[in-house]
Nanobody
Framework: QVQLEESGGGSVQAGGSLRLSCRFS?????MGWFRQAPGKEREGVAT?????????RYAESVRGRFTISRDNAENTLYVQMSSLTPEDSAMYYC????????????????????WGQGTQVTVSS
């Protein structure tokens, strides 16, 4: 089990930036950020596995605007979000511990076993 706690959400105007943080209780290779807007299914935003940047995945909708990173010394996962639009408004969740093959299912929420409580991001136009 991995305990996860997100922070950093808030309200921002379109075009603005936010950085979300996720403190984790212990290291696990596969981690990621997901989001869920009202009435929509949870979707993958950005995920990371192992060390380095070779196993980072981004949803097409955020590629070039969001950057995922991890500080293992601080047990913290980050996502830097820029050029935010109202379509980015959602509850953002941190997830960890892959139950399926990361290479094929990295952005699929069902791949991950442990979840945080979420942090709300609201982008106004």
């Amino acid at each position: 089990q991995v305990q996860l706690e997100e922070s950093g959400g808030g309200s921002v105007q379109a075009g603005g930036s936010l950085r979300l943080s996720c403190r984790f209780s212990r290291f696990t290779s596969c981690m990621g950020w997901f989001r869920q807007a009202p009435g929509k299914e949870r979707e993958g935003v950005a995920t990371i596995a192992g060390s380095g940047t070779g196993n980072i995945r981004y949803a097409e909708s955020v590629r070039g605007r969001f950057t995922i990173s991890r500080d293992n010394a601080e047990n913290t996962l980050y996502v830097q979000m820029s050029s935010l639009t109202p379509e980015d408004s959602a509850m953002y969740y941190c997830a960890a511990w892959c139950q399926r093959e990361y290479a094929r299912y990295a952005l699929d929420p069902s791949t991950y076993k442990n979840w945080g409580q979420g942090t709300q991001v609201t982008v106004s136009s």
